[in-house]
Structures are given as structure tokens and as C-alpha cells.
């Protein structure tokens, strides 16, 4: 059983769509990570939220925290080719040093 | 600035083998951690190192074992190895703060 899900697992797209992508848990994360890997690399940290209906943006990202602060959603404006790769979200808490990774959503973004 | 280093970067082993996995994380950073990457259960947290002492575990087996050296340079052993070994292993170091920076992984095929 997965602690974080996300929704959807895999997406194609046309290059200039706006996509969401989703990450779902019944538990209550101190903080929550956004990270993407391209392949043959590692994941590489695109933000961290930590208060419940925060709400930051990265260019054409934008990233929110449910008030809950059990889920939270990726979504991209005009998606691009470089945006192609595996988006992951991780939740963590403030009394540990470990992270739990979600299933992961696999974008394509068709040129 | 360098990044996290992971070496041997692809590593081919017949089962009950053992490997041992290299991490250099990068200059300052005290904190590593290792990961399994697989397509099936994602991205899953193995343990993670603080000054040499493991700090945080996750659930594998016995198998699987880590260190940390005085230089804050990791290694993790896999011993008897199975099948269902084969992944991308994945290093992260990590100053104070929770950005977690990833290593290109060592993928290991065991047959």
C-alpha cells in the first residue's frame, strides 16, 4: 500500500496544454516535495510546500498544499517538450528525517 | 559547487551475489540517504546516514546494509542478491534543510 498516490499515473499531451497532476494521502505531511527526474537521473527538487493551503508558483508551475495538508497538485501552464519526465511528490514530517515518495505521474509533452 | 556522485553507474550481478554501491554527497553536506527505485513500487526509502551513525531506516530486509565514512562518503551492501534486487539505486545528500540532491543512481540488473 502506498502511502502517497497520484493521479494519473501516466499523461501525453500536445505541447501547449495545461495539465494537472494530483498526489493523495490519508495521512498529514509537515511538508511536502515536488520533484522531477528525467531518465537516467535522479529526481531533482522543484519546491517544497509546508502550510496548509499554501500556494507557489515556478514559472508556469504552480504548486498547491490542501488545507488538510493530505494532498496537493501540480499544475502546468502551456506545457512544453522540456517538460517530459516523471513528476514525484514526497511527504515528510517534522519529526523524522525521512521522506515517503508517491507513485509518480509520467508526462509527455508531444512537440 | 559538485553534485552527488554514484558509482559504479550501471552494474550487472548473478543472484546470490553481493554488491557494494558508492555515494559521494556533495562537500558539506552530513546527511545521506539511499533509495529503490523500481516501476512497480517506485521510489522507496532504505535508510539514511547522520555522521556516521544511521539515523533512519525503512523496511528491507536484513540484506540490505549501509555505512558512513568519516568524510561523509556512503556505501550500501546487498548481499544474496534476488531477482527482484534489480533497480536503480539512488543516493540523496542533504545540508540542514530538507532539499534533498539526488545522484544520478547506479542501476543494478541481477540475473
Same mark, same amino acid.
Given at each position: 500500500?502506498?502511502?502517497?498516490?497520484?493521479?494519473?499515473?501516466?499523461?501525453?499531451?500536445?505541447?501547449?496544454?495545461? &495539465? #494537472?497532476?494530483?498526489?493523495n494521502?490519508?495521512?498529514?505531511? %509537515? +511538508? /511536502?516535495?515536488?520533484?522531477?527526474?528525467? *531518465? $537516467?537521473?535522479?529526481?531533482?527538487?522543484?519546491?517544497?510546500?509546508?502550510?496548509?493551503?499554501?500556494?507557489?508558483?515556478?514559472?508556469? &508551475? #504552480?504548486f498547491q498544499?490542501?488545507?488538510?495538508?493530505?494532498? %496537493? +497538485? /501540480?499544475?502546468?501552464?502551456?506545457?512544453? *517538450? $522540456?517538460d517530459?519526465?516523471?513528476?514525484?511528490?514526497a511527504?515528510?514530517?517534522?519529526?523524522?528525517?525521512?521522506?515517503?515518495?508517491?507513485?509518480g505521474?509520467?508526462?509527455?509533452?508531444?512537440? | 559547487?559538485?553534485?552527488v556522485?554514484?558509482?559504479?553507474r550501471?552494474?550487472?550481478k548473478?543472484?546470490?551475489?553481493?554488491?557494494?554501491?558508492?555515494?559521494?554527497p556533495?562537500?558539506?553536506h552530513?546527511?545521506?540517504?539511499?533509495?529503490?527505485?523500481?516501476p512497480?513500487?517506485?521510489?522507496?526509502f532504505?535508510?539514511?546516514?547522520?555522521?556516521?551513525?544511521?539515523?533512519n531506516?525503512?523496511?528491507?530486509?536484513?540484506?540490505?546494509?549501509?555505512?558512513?565514512?568519516?568524510?561523509?562518503?556512503?556505501?550500501m551492501?546487498?548481499?544474496?542478491?534476488?531477482?527482484g534486487?534489480?533497480?536503480?539505486?539512488?543516493?540523496?545528500?542533504?545540508?540542514?534543510?530538507?532539499?534533498?540532491f539526488?545522484?544520478?543512481?547506479?542501476r543494478?540488473?541481477?540475473?
Amino acid at each position: 500500500t502506498q502511502l502517497l498516490e497520484q493521479s494519473p499515473q501516466f499523461l501525453s499531451i500536445q505541447e501547449g496544454e495545461n &495539465l #494537472t497532476v494530483y498526489c493523495n494521502s490519508s495521512s498529514v505531511f %509537515s +511538508s /511536502l516535495q515536488w520533484y522531477r527526474q528525467e *531518465p $537516467g537521473e535522479g529526481p531533482v527538487l522543484l519546491v517544497t510546500v509546508v502550510t496548509g493551503g499554501e500556494v507557489k508558483k515556478l514559472k508556469r &508551475l #504552480t504548486f498547491q498544499f490542501g488545507d488538510a495538508r493530505k494532498d %496537493s +497538485s /501540480l499544475h502546468i501552464t502551456a506545457a512544453q *517538450p $522540456g517538460d517530459t519526465g516523471l513528476y514525484l511528490c514526497a511527504g515528510g514530517w517534522n519529526t523524522g528525517n525521512q521522506f515517503y515518495f508517491g507513485t509518480g505521474t509520467s508526462l509527455t509533452v508531444i512537440p | 559547487k559538485a553534485g552527488v556522485t554514484q558509482t559504479p553507474r550501471y552494474l550487472i550481478k548473478t543472484r546470490g551475489q553481493q554488491v557494494t554501491l558508492s555515494c559521494s554527497p556533495i562537500s558539506g553536506h552530513r546527511s545521506v540517504s539511499w533509495y529503490q527505485q523500481t516501476p512497480g513500487q517506485g521510489l522507496q526509502f532504505l535508510f539514511e546516514y547522520f555522521s556516521e551513525t544511521q539515523r533512519n531506516k525503512g523496511n528491507f530486509p536484513g540484506r540490505f546494509s549501509g555505512r558512513q565514512f568519516s568524510n561523509s562518503r556512503s556505501e550500501m551492501n546487498v548481499s544474496t542478491l534476488e531477482l527482484g534486487d534489480s533497480a536503480l539505486y539512488l543516493c540523496a545528500s542533504r545540508p540542514v534543510s530538507d532539499e534533498q540532491f539526488f545522484g544520478p543512481g547506479t542501476r543494478l540488473t541481477v540475473l
